[in-house]
């Protein structure tokens, strides 16, 4: 329907149209930057950790010295999850894509929180939940993993940091230093990005005083799809089936040329590029100089140049992301599951935002429907 043939102004998919008022992060499309409460996601991902990040989302404030040895102890003591979490998984068939299981996970996860039958609007039982969440989030996407290799759950270390469990419970050995540095700065990327999709399904999800573990599985099953976080695996699927730099630009006039979307690349809110792609960007060109593996970054170049000058499209950070976790040899399927790793910290963040204000998020339709119809019994019907 056209917006002129509406009484209301509409726009579809509610492009820039505002729902809400929140002081978590802040875009700013002019100047491609992005800010969690008032400080820029590149000093967080290059001077801070994770942690660092998610006690900004969910505390409101930088931590000192203290207050984040503490954080980081609570995180390590809650990393465990219960055993009927891994029973779930084990029920599963082996075909279950990881986002699927680990929206599964957090739906029997709720019902053992100790916080269980608190209130939503008990603002100190919804952080401690959301800290467990947090703990908890690394921890079953990597176990959930090895589970459908037929693998053992593996105990989380409780001083390990949220990228080490990870990759301590993904691969079975002590994590690499290096490795879990360079996931440590993506996940801060990902951490929050305002009202996205998912974390406006979530913020909708807990306006109805639903609890913050039912917006947890509304904003991943939200982030599934490859029009958000699943973005990241299908960008380094398409660089799989490019293959090599030489392919590239073949590769990509054909895709223009049919009118396929290039995944990994535009964005809603940037439109002269988006920050945390121009970040992640340079750490994972450096990254394939490392390991001597510089075709995907020779790829990207092309893709970029040319979705630039044809079509002023820029990379969003799910195109950096993929060939950076690719070359960190981490499986496809775990990527977009990575990016909810990470964003279960804004999710509770914007939960608990939303349930300290709360109004019920209720929008109109515009119906453009049949109406005033003749009910016929059914025997009568043709
Ligand atoms: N490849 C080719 N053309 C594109 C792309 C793309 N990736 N993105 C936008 N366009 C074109 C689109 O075809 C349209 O052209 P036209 O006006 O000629 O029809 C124009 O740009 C506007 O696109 P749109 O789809 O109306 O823009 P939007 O704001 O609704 O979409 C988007 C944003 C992210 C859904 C879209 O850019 C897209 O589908 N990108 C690929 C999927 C992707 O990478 N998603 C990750 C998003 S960022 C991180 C995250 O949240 O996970």
């Given at each position: ?22 002081q978590?992060?802040?875009?700013d ?53 219960p055993?009927?979490?891994y ?10 894509h ?21 209130p939503?609007?008990?603002h ?46 993904m ?5 690499d ?49 490859p029009?958000?976080g ?17 392919n ?26 988006d ?28 893709l ?20 950076a ?7 496809i399927d ?10 279960v ?36 019907r043709?």
């Open positions: 329907m056209s917006e002129s043939a509406t009484p209301y102004p509409y726009s579809p998919g509610l492009e820039g149209v505002p729902a809400g008022v929140s978590i992060s802040e875009i499309s002019d100047r491609s930057s992005l800010q969690y409460r008032g400080y820029d996601v590149h000093d967080l991902a290059e001077h801070g950790s994770f942690e660092e990040t998610a006690f900004l989302l969910l505390h409101g404030h930088l931590p000192n010295q203290h207050e984040l040895t503490d954080f980081n102890n609570r995180l390590g003591t809650e990393r465990e999850v055993d009927a979490v029973t779930a998984l084990q029920a599963l068939p082996p075909t279950t990881p986002m699927d299981s680990i929206r599964t996970a957090f739906s029997v996860l709720a019902a053992f929180d100790p916080d269980y039958t608190e939503a609007t008990n100190e039982a919804n952080l401690r939940k959301a800290e467990r969440i947090v703990a908890k989030a690394g921890t079953m996407v990597a176990n959930g993993h090895r589970i459908r290799q037929g693998l053992n759950p593996i105990k989380p270390n409780p001083e390990h940091t949220t990228s080490e469990n990870f990759l301590h419970l691969t079975g050995t002590a994590p230093p290096k490795t879990a540095h360079l996931l440590d700065a993506s996940l801060t990327l990902y951490a929050e990005h305002g009202f996205n999709a998912s974390t406006f399904a979530n913020r909708v999800t807990v306006s109805t005083l639903s609890d913050l573990y039912s917006g947890i599985v509304t904003g991943i099953g939200t982030l599934r799809g029009l958000h699943g973005a990241n695996e299908e960008a380094m699927r398409m660089l799989l089936e490019i293959g090599e730099p030489s590239a630009q073949a590769w990509i006039d054909d895709a223009l040329e049919t009118k396929k979307k290039i995944m990994g690349f535009g964005h809603r809110e940037y439109k002269k590029g920050s945390r792609a121009m970040y992640l960007t340079k750490i994972a060109k450096a990254l394939g100089i490392e390991k001597g593996n510089t075709k995907f970054g020779e790829i990207a170049d092309i970029e140049d040319t979705m630039r000058e044809r079509k002023n499209i820029f990379p969003n950070v799910d195109f950096p992301a993929s060939y976790y690719y070359l960190l040899d981490i499986p775990l990527y977009t599951p990575i990016f909810v790793v990470a964003r910290s804004g999710y509770c963040a914007h939960a608990i935002e939303q349930l300290s204000n709360n109004r019920l998020i209720r929008p109109k339709a515009i119906f453009d429907g049949p109406a005033n119809l003749t009910y016929v019994p059914l025997a009568d043709a």
